[in-house]
């Protein structure tokens, strides 16, 4: 297994990290968690069409590029450095995962192109009132109706779902339990009976949506006939992406930390030249880069299809999302006053690092599924 970037990963790795630094200052960020959409379609455009980043995962069959989680993991790292506001997580990861994982070749033919083009936005619907991530949770019911199914039910924490234009929507058949009866269905953005309302929430960079069903028409994304198989390897997926995305964050953090101690004056020196300062900047560091450790083995793991990658992505998710959010509060206690004022940008990061901890399951669930999943494979 490879434990470097090669010179092509880096160089692209600079293009995204320039783009994002230029398509996303916070002021733009600011901005942007202000309007309903919570993102710019031109910036998304040029992620689509000029770089290529929707698809990059995506098979060149499809019209993705064709590339593997290593630089899914560089991409979502510099956005998550940036803030940078787009529907990527949701609709290049998490949908078009599931579409990967569970559609017939005919579905993926009809699907993939127009999300790795950026006509269309997708966003995967999973999560429900109790916000657990995982299908044996899943209330919302598909009944049989003639060649295709009728939904009905309630879906919360969708991200981007209240501008998506394909919704993919994990549910069950009627009268089943646990991981029996789950399948994954499609559904039109503006489907008859499908009510979509943008959720307050704690992180106004990365918005979220509450989907209601009601008689709802879908089509099965099934060809594999293992639905809960399928997302189980979505899951796996975004949990990895989310963890590349937290790295970028909480280095975001802890350069500035360092910049500022390096500026900052109090009693005729600064800051950074004091001790206990020092000791908070070196434990941030190690934080950081015991995370990047968990969060690039993770990514090259499931870029060569390792049997540990379920495992690996919950470690990698458990790891980044404390160091992300032990960063985060550190930062805003080395800022001083300053720090504790919505005016510093230090709190846009700490309210994705609180968001992202929770996000696709909190840190104790990883954690107690990456031993289950230690035991199983001993």
């Known amino acids: ?24 200052p916070t002021t733009e960020v600011r901005r942007l968690m202000q309007t309903g959409e919570g993102f710019d379609r ?21 019209g993705g590029a064709g590339f593997g989680f290593v630089e899914v993991g560089i991409v979502v ?93 994990a549910a069950r058949k009627p009268g089943t339990s646990g991981l029996e009866g789950i399948g994954l269905f499609v559904v039109d953005g503006t489907a008859s009976g499908l009510q979509r309302r943008a959720l307050d929430t704690i992180d106004e960079t990365r918005k979220l949506a509450e989907l209601s069903f009601n008689e709802v028409s879908a089509q099965a994304l ?35 930390v360092v910049e500022y101690a390096q500026i900052r004056m109090q009693f005729g020196r600064v800051i950074g030249s004091f001790q206990a300062v020092k000791h908070k900047c070196a434990e941030m560091l190690l934080d950081v880069e015991l995370a990047k450790s968990a969060a690039y083995y993770a990514a090259q793991a499931r870029a060569e299809n390792d049997p540990e990658v379920s495992a690996l992505a919950s470690l990698a998710k458990a790891t980044t999302a404390d160091a992300y959010m032990r960063t985060a509060i550190e930062s805003i206690q080395l800022h001083g006053g300053i ?20 996000l696709l399951d909190d840190p104790s669930y990883h954690r107690e599924r990456y031993i289950a999943l230690q035991e199983a494979l001993a």
């Open 339 to 358: 720090g504790f004022t919505w005016d510093h940008d230090t709190h846009l990061w700490y309210k994705r690092a609180k968001s992202s901890e929770v």
């Open 1 to 24: 297994m490879q434990f470097s970037f090669t010179d092509e990963q880096a160089q692209f790795r600079a293009v995204v990290q320039r783009f994002a630094r230029d398509k996303s």
């Open 222 to 256: 099934n060809d594999t006939g293992d639905a809960a198989a399928a997302i189980t390897r979505t899951l796996d997926d975004g949990a990895i992406a989310l963890a590349n995305e937290m790295v970028g964050g909480a280095q975001a953090l802890l350069d500035c």
């Open 77 to 169: 790292e510099e956005l998550g450095r940036s803030l940078l506001c787009s529907p990527y997580f949701g609709s290049s990861i998490l949908a078009t995962s599931a579409i990967l994982h569970a559609a017939s070749e005919a579905q993926k033919q009809a699907l993939l192109p127009s999300l790795v083009s950026g006509k269309k936005i997708a966003c995967l619907a999973l999560a429900e009132a109790s916000g657990q991530w995982n299908c044996a949770s899943i209330e919302l019911t598909a009944a049989q109706s003639g060649d295709g199914f009728v939904l009905n039910g309630r879906k919360n924490f969708v991200l981007d779902g209240h501008v998506a234009d394909v919704v993919i929507v």
């Open 42 to 62: 031109e910036v998304w455009r040029g992620m689509c069409e000029d770089l290529g980043l929707a698809g990059l995962h995506v098979p060149e069959a499809y």
